[in-house]
């Protein structure tokens, strides 16, 4: 039966409030998880319409025992699962360091991706080499993956004479035509809509290459977002559509970007794109879940939606203090884990790991880590310099530069 209306009851709106707020006890107790292994496998021509329990699911496959169970496992050998450990460790390692550059005052700026690593990493792994990523600020993770030099992503950081972007973009917009990282824009969204473009050309040329893209959760209410589902679900564009959800889009809970009743997978079936929703932070169910997508992609079958369930463990960035609007150290209690942890007790479980070789992975990826801060910090740094020169800002725009700018570069006078 309808609820009674009162009569001439006054209208109200309902704005969305974090459960927690600073000071209060940390409870994800709301959660609902299921069982690693619980969630059914379509087949990947499956519409939809016939999707609805995937996209307000969860996809897991570790265990709390770390075995790898159900439809899902992806069967990866342990070679892959090393690498993949390697390089979330790198991830985790490189973030500290520039963490700690920011505060020395080497760099303006830097963005942390703590306990979303498995996200980037796995998701790199499991596309081709040549597929092309439109990444958001904190997919770090698919430039290491992909094994693009770390002195590199650090000059960039920097801004120094080894800044191949040469200090006009801000610290950790990378971009890399050679590693298939397109440049990252600072007005949330756009490389949605670029994706799906990329992708649709891809498919206009006969090509082989598919696109993935990466947005927020709280950047999926912007425009772009939709309008790029729009055209992905017309054209059956070849692209994999990533929501990461950590939850929280600075100091904005996911409820700001409508999270309360409902998941962010299930945005995409009202599209009629098939969705998945899945543990970020299980890098086997992401790998899986990405690998899924890209086989309709290549397909022929047209766009995935994957939300990329997980939690924001560390600050949005180094201008940030989550102190002052969610409980302390939140990340540390998520109930899902760290997934650099649940792989390699996976591994351990699996009897391919040992504390040894954690140590020695550890020792590497440090001395890694500290070799290619030194070989970056050698071409400069922002407190120190050298600077690119202001006359760079008006170049490799327009390949003739126009004469307003010319204009305007010499009444800079550079
Ligand atoms: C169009 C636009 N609006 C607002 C901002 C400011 N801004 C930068 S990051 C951010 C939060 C984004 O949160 P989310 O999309 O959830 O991604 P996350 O940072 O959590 O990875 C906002 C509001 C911006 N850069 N561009």
Avoid at 186 to 213: C, E, F, H, P
């Amino acid at each position: 039966m309808d609820a009674p209306v009162p009569v001439q009851a006054p209208l109200n709106l309902h704005v969305p409030e974090p459960p927690q707020r600073p000071g209060s006890e940390i409870d994800f107790s709301a959660l609902v998880v299921p069982p690693a292994g619980a969630t059914r496998r379509p087949d990947t021509g499956t519409p939809a319409a016939e999707m609805t329990d995937l996209a307000y699911g969860l996809v897991r496959v570790l265990d709390d025992q770390g075995h790898a169970v159900g439809p899902w496992d992806p069967g990866l050998d342990p070679d892959t699962l090393v690498r993949g450990l390697r390089s979330m460790m790198t991830v985790r390692a490189y973030d500290e360091r520039m963490q700690r550059a920011q505060r020395q005052g080497k760099t303006s700026f830097y963005m942390k991706c703590t306990g979303e690593e498995a996200i980037a990493v796995a998701q790199a792994m499991a596309v081709d080499r040549s597929d092309m990523l439109f990444p958001t600020y904190r997919q770090q993770g698919l430039l290491i993956a992909r094994d693009w030099p770390l002195a590199d992503m650090m000059c960039q950081v920097f801004s120094n004479a080894g800044d191949r972007l040469k200090g006009r973009q801000m610290p950790v917009f990378y971009s890399s035509r050679e590693a298939g990282f397109f440049s990252i824009s600072g007005n949330l969204g756009t490389q949605y809509s670029q994706a799906v473009g990329w992708a649709m050309a891809s498919a206009i040329k006969g090509d082989t290459r598919i696109a993935a893209a990466w947005i927020g959760e709280g950047a999926t209410a912007e425009g772009d977002f939709h309008h790029a589902l729009t055209f992905a679900s017309v054209y059956r564009a070849p692209v994999i559509l990533n929501v990461v959800n950590n939850h929280w889009a600075i100091s904005s809970f996911h409820g700001i970007a409508g999270g309360e009743r409902t998941t962010f997978a299930a945005r995409g079936l009202g599209y009629g794109i098939p969705s998945l929703r899945v543990d970020g932070n299980d890098f086997l169910a992401v790998h899986a879940a990405t690998r899924w997508a890209a086989a309709r992609a290549r397909a022929n079958l047209g766009p995935t939606l994957i939300e990329l369930f997980t939690y924001r463990a560390a600050a949005h960035s180094t201008s940030d203090d989550p102190g002052k609007y969610r409980p302390e150290n939140a990340g540390a209690h998520w109930p899902l884990g760290d997934p650099i942890d649940r792989l390699r007790q996976h591994l351990t479980a699996s009897g391919v790991w040992s504390e040894a070789r954690q140590e020695a992975l550890a020792r590497e990826v440090a001395e890694t880590v500290q070799a290619a801060g030194k070989e970056a910090e050698a071409l400069g740094t922002l407190d120190k310099g050298p600077f690119h020169s202001a006359r760079t800002m008006f170049e490799d725009v327009y390949k003739t530069m126009p004469w307003h700018l010319e204009r305007q570069r010499r009444q800079a006078g550079v």
